[in-house]
């Protein structure tokens, strides 16, 4: 594959879909050449002269606008790879059509709403030789790389507690969001969802679960609005992960691992490292949304053209669903959830 990868963004009038946007007209490796919208007021701000996104290569034409994949695959142009950018429970179909199509897929979170759902998307890509990767952020924040090397090199000696913090006010009622037919669930499946993939790049494997929910449902919702999580790494040590859509804790950090000699926290605005002795280094940039989705887009089109191993990987997507499955059965079942308890 020479030349810019040819990209369909179905989704494209969505909230997410506004920051993907922003950043792929900078895309050296990626050509918006179609979009697939079903809402036909989106649509018609997609068409209108305000619409984001590229031209096709070579074009002084916007990108085509399709009111489904099927209209996409039957009359639209030619396209390497999409960006699916739907609700959860439609990522399931809308991710196999595309495989079944030869098409290779970057799927926002959560992959998935249930393990088999996950399992029967991978196995279509597997089965139709295409990449499915599942997007994850937060993988794509240099500060995070840069915290898993330090902690690859001992920075904060052996690692035995984990904190992660994805807490912000967002009302949800009246958004699919709330609808757990749509959703798959509530905080947990959404921000949980990028709680778990961080939670393996930073911790490793996440081999147990607890969970509960706040009583108290601060938003008109019919699913849970703030939880916790607790979770036992393969390597033995143990952390929390709050969610919630009600709250903000006010913390400068969203995650930060406690080991024998120190401590080193993802803030917001940078990365914090703690001696043993209290000694404070601030190193990093921070959290950049636009920079993270920017490097994933180019990350998944190397993927694509076999030049690196997608990341996050088939087995990370579907540790990412587990994961959040182990938290609702360990709430639902008032235990804690072995993560192959989900995956048997
Ligand atoms: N990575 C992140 O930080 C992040 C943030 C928000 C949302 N998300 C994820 O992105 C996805 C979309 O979330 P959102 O908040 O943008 O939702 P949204 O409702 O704002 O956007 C979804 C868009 O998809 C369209 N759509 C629905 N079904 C469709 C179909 N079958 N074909 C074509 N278009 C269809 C809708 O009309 C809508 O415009 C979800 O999976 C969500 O979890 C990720």
């Avoid at 949980?192 to 490793?204: F, K, P, V, W």
């Avoid at 040590?237 to 709050?242: E, K, L, M, N, Y």
């Avoid at 636009?290 to 993927?303: H, K, P, V």
Wanted: charge should be negative; aromatic fraction near 4%.
């Amino acid at each position: 594959m020479s030349g810019a990868l040819r990209l369909a963004v179905v989704g494209a009038g969505g909230r997410i879909a506004q920051d993907y946007l922003t950043v792929l007209p900078d895309s050296a490796d990626l050509a918006v050449v179609a979009f697939v919208e079903a809402d036909a007021t989106a649509r018609a701000r997609l068409s209108g002269p305000q619409r984001g996104g590229d031209r096709p290569p070579g074009s002084t034409r916007p990108p085509p606008v399709f009111d489904s994949v099927d209209a996409l695959l039957l009359d639209g142009p030619e396209f390497d790879v999409a960006l699916l950018l739907t609700p959860p429970a439609t990522h399931e179909p809308l991710t196999i059509e595309l495989l079944h199509a030869g098409r290779h897929v970057l799927c926002e979170k959560p992959l998935a709403t249930d393990v088999a759902a996950a399992r029967r998307m991978l196995d279509a890509a597997r089965a139709a030789d295409r990449l499915l990767v599942m997007a994850s952020k937060f993988r794509f924040v240099a500060d995070v790389d840069r915290a898993r090397e330090l902690l690859d090199a001992g920075a904060v000696g052996t690692p035995l507690l984990y904190e992660n913090v994805f807490c912000a006010p967002v009302p949800m009622a009246g958004r699919w969001n709330a609808d757990p037919a749509v959703s798959g669930g509530g905080v947990l499946i959404d921000n949980g969802a990028h709680a778990a993939d961080l939670a393996r790049c930073l911790g490793g494997e996440v081999v147990a679960i607890t969970a509960a929910a706040a009583a108290p449902r601060v938003q008109d919702v019919a699913v849970e609005d703030t939880a916790r999580v607790t979770i036992e790494t393969a390597s033995g040590a143990v952390g929390h992960v709050d969610l919630s859509w009600s709250l903000s804790t006010g913390r400068p950090d969203y995650a930060t691992v406690h080991g024998t000699a120190g401590s080193l926290s993802l803030c917001w605005s940078g990365l914090r490292l703690r001696d043993a002795r209290g000694a404070v280094r601030d190193l990093g940039d921070g959290y950049d949304k636009r920079r993270a989705f920017g490097a994933q887009l180019e990350q998944f089109a190397r993927a694509v053209r076999g030049l690196e191993p997608p990341r996050p990987d088939a087995t990370d997507a579907l540790h990412s669903v587990a994961f959040v499955a182990a938290a609702y059965r360990a709430m639902r079942e008032r235990r804690r959830i072995a993560i192959e308890e989900v995956l048997a």
